[in-house]
């Protein structure tokens, strides 16, 4: 973070989740940073958000967290791992990011293209509204059912 603050020194971030290790409030003391440990629900952290980050390195399945950061039009800074599963587009629906170098590069772009970062969130928004809405689900699942019941 501290090459992010050489370009944007009033940026202020916040760690969500379980994956921090315990040292960390020791070592990494700095009023523009935060630990929240883990957070149920995301919808404040989101709207008070400029950026998501995704540092994920290996997992599975469905991605919900950034799939909730990507349906609030924040634009996500993340690894391929982050999206696996997603027909997303890299510089359209999300910023890539594999190295420690790539996210300062990815985040600190960013802050300093709002108007990029918002047409990026802005496309994240809508690739989820239109492949992983609950709505979009319920008809697959309702086309399925019929589709059962008027086989036997």
């Known amino acids: 973070m501290r090459r992010v603050w050489n370009v944007h020194p009033n940026a202020k971030l916040t760690i969500?989740?379980?994956?921090?290790?315990?040292?960390?409030?020791?070592?990494?003391?700095?009023?523009?940073?935060?630990?929240?440990?883990?957070?149920?629900?995301l919808v404040d952290m989101h709207a008070a958000s400029s950026i998501f980050v995704a540092p994920l390195q290996s997992g599975g399945g469905s991605k919900l967290k950034v799939l909730e950061a990507m349906a609030?039009?924040?634009?996500?800074?993340?690894?391929?791992?982050s999206v696996s599963g997603l027909a997303v587009r890299e510089n359209v629906h999300f910023i890539g990011a594999e190295s420690d170098e790539q996210f300062v590069a990815g985040i600190v772009a960013a802050l300093a293209d709002p108007g990029a970062a918002t047409r990026i969130g802005a496309e994240a928004r809508k690739y989820v509204t239109k492949n992983h809405d609950w709505i979009v689900a319920a008809d697959a699942l309702e086309k399925v059912w019929f589709a059962t019941a008027n086989h036997r």
């Open 72 to 81: 609030a039009a924040l634009p996500v800074v993340g690894t391929a791992e």
């Open 16 to 41: 969500c989740g379980h994956a921090m290790p315990a040292d960390w409030l020791r070592r990494w003391v700095d009023h523009r940073l935060s630990f929240t440990g883990y957070i149920q629900n």
